[in-house]
């Protein structure tokens, strides 16, 4: 399986892109988890913001959304993380995290690394060199636990 990996700021993003990962965030987030939130929340098309998006003939399994710091001391956020249901058991997610790593090492070097992760998957973000910080906390009636990477 080749997988076509693309790390694209803001303003490289066609409008099919968009599109495509739009639609799949609201599959995954709001339809299959069944979590009605605001999922277009102004980030997407902010700052210096990346979309890791990864493509296997022409259609998207994989994608991250790495946000950009807000102040000088604060950390990378990466979010939106997902693979799709069709190609989950691939372990498409440990290589799609790579890319959002290598992005932030990229474009924000030495800057510690934060996401919100669901609780059930700080095992996974662990082996990755997360840590957790803090209490699991409900976010949209989902466990999660905020992780660091310095």
């Keep these: 399986m080749e997988m076509q990996w693309l790390d694209c700021h803001h303003s490289e993003l066609s409008a099919q892109q968009l599109y495509t990962v739009l639609a799949l965030r609201n599959h995954v987030f709001i339809v299959e988890q069944n979590c009605p939130y605001q999922d277009v ?3 997407d098309l ?4 990346r979309h890791i998006m990864g493509f296997l003939d022409g259609k998207l399994l994989a ?4 946000l ?4 000088d001391s ?6 939106r993380v997902i693979v799709s249901e069709e190609a989950r058991g691939l372990k498409l997610g440990y290589r799609l995290m790579e890319k ?4 932030c090492d990229t474009h924000w070097p030495q800057r510690t690394i934060y996401l919100s992760a ?3 998957l700080e095992g996974f973000y662990g082996r990755l060199g997360f840590k957790a910080v803090g209490d699991v906390y409900m976010e949209d009636n989902i466990p999660h636990i905020g992780m660091q990477k310095a």
């Design 118 to 120: 669901q609780a059930h």
């Design 41 to 43: 929340d102004g980030q």
């Design 46 to 49: 902010r700052a210096e913001n």
């Design 63 to 66: 994608y991250a959304r790495v």
């Design 68 to 71: 950009t710091p807000s102040l």
């Design 100 to 103: 959002a790593l290598e992005s």
């Design 74 to 79: 604060a950390p990378v956020l990466i979010g």
